[in-house]
């Protein structure tokens, strides 16, 4: 069978090095074995627990696209869309949520997660509790065979499993693809914040975004969260948990070097600030390239509303395959 790709990212906001670091490096890397890969722009599975602030989504649509191609996501290999821009999907999700109980979706850990972390208690939307049939419908609509997700959204991709196997089993037809879940490899987790506080997250605001000006990137780097019993350049300081090192661990070439300065670190005689400028220099050659081209990208709005668009008419088109193919096998296409 042929290997399809779907992934995607929420538009909430610009994307970080976090989002670089998780997924975007991997997608560049899959583009260029030549795989056939859709990925979607999620802006209404955004709107789900966002509804009452649409231009928070709405302006951020263009600003994932212009990280996406600042990466070296190229458009004429793979195939970037606007969820909303594809009808298909709402009526592809009205007949998979049929397939699931209300009880089930409460089983969801993924969901029960996120339901906790956003404080929804009792006050839960709708779409935000159903939004795992939602992602059925996006990864069953473009035949995707491999779905690349962190740990936590496993849960997810069961459960789009669940819904083909149960759709093609009452329906009496192979009709919908079971995907696999792409976990990243066991050493690429989550990227920390420069709080050290959890993972780099928008809400949290404690990342280095993929946009940032030499100057802020220097700015946050001066402020990473170190060793606190770390005073003196002379005393000892702790390695784990030290936000530097974890970032020199992932983006310093030099591995041999970043562990004489961890030895050095925790003898004492080894100052945070040195470390920092390392990294900030590190950190500046790494994303130079990425905000350059970002910066040019960006002198054409027209023109990725253009890719927006004709990515978009290209998704729908592989979704009405899939819809036609779901109405037969369930004997709704009354005129066809």
């Known amino acids: 069978m042929k290997k399809v790709i779907l992934t995607g990212d929420r538009p909430t906001g610009k994307l970080h090095l976090g989002h670089y670091v998780g997924?975007?490096?991997?997608?560049?890397?899959?583009?260029?074995?030549?795989?056939?890969?859709?990925i979607m722009i999620a802006d209404q599975q955004a709107l789900t627990d966002n509804a009452d602030n649409p231009k928070k989504i709405i302006e951020s649509v263009t600003e994932v696209a212009l990280d996406y191609l600042a990466v070296g996501i190229d458009p004429n290999k793979t195939n970037i869309f606007i969820?909303?821009?594809?009808?298909?999907l709402a009526e592809l999700t009205a007949y998979y949520l049929n397939l699931v109980t209300v009880a089930r979706l409460h089983r969801n850990p993924t969901v029960k997660q996120e339901i906790k972390d956003k404080n929804f208690n009792e006050s839960i939307p709708a779409g935000f509790f159903t939004y795992p049939v939602s992602q059925a419908a996006d990864i069953t609509a473009f035949g995707a065979t491999h779905v690349p997700v962190g740990e936590d959204q496993k849960p997810m991709i069961e459960q789009t499993r669940e819904i083909?196997?149960?759709?093609?089993?009452?329906?009496?037809?192979?009709?919908?693809v079971l995907p696999e879940a792409v976990l990243p490899p066991q050493n690429q987790g989550r990227?920390?914040?420069?709080?050290?506080?959890?993972?780099m997250s928008k809400s949290l605001n404690n990342g280095i975004y993929l946009s940032d000006t030499p100057e802020i990137i220097k700015q946050k780097i001066m402020k990473m969260y170190t060793d606190p019993?770390?005073?003196?350049?002379?005393?000892?300081?702790?390695?784990?948990g030290n936000v530097v090192f974890t970032y020199l661990d992932i983006f310093d070439p030099n591995k041999e070097e970043v562990n004489l300065l961890k030895e050095q670190y925790q003898k004492?005689?080894?100052?945070?600030?040195?470390?920092?400028?390392?990294?900030?220099?590190?950190?500046?050659?790494?994303?130079?390239?990425?905000?350059l081209r970002r910066e040019e990208f960006a002198k054409d709005k027209a023109e990725i509303?253009?890719?927006?668009?004709?990515?978009?008419l290209k998704a729908e088109e592989r979704a009405q395959k899939t819809l036609d193919d779901v109405k037969d096998a369930m004997g709704i296409n009354y005129f066809k």
């Open 191 to 199: 990227l920390v914040g420069i709080d050290g506080q959890g993972k």
């Open 83 to 88: 969820q909303s821009q594809i009808p298909q």
């Open 229 to 240: 019993n770390h005073i003196r350049v002379e005393d000892p300081g702790k390695v784990e």
């Open 305 to 312: 509303y253009n890719i927006l668009k004709q990515g978009s």
């Open 23 to 38: 997924s975007l490096q991997n997608r560049v890397m899959l583009q260029k074995e030549n795989q056939d890969m859709y």
């Open 164 to 176: 083909v196997r149960d759709f093609n089993r009452i329906y009496n037809k192979e009709v919908l």
């Open 268 to 291: 004492g005689g080894l100052g945070d600030v040195k470390l920092k400028l390392r990294l900030n220099e590190i950190m500046q050659e790494m994303l130079e390239p990425i905000r």
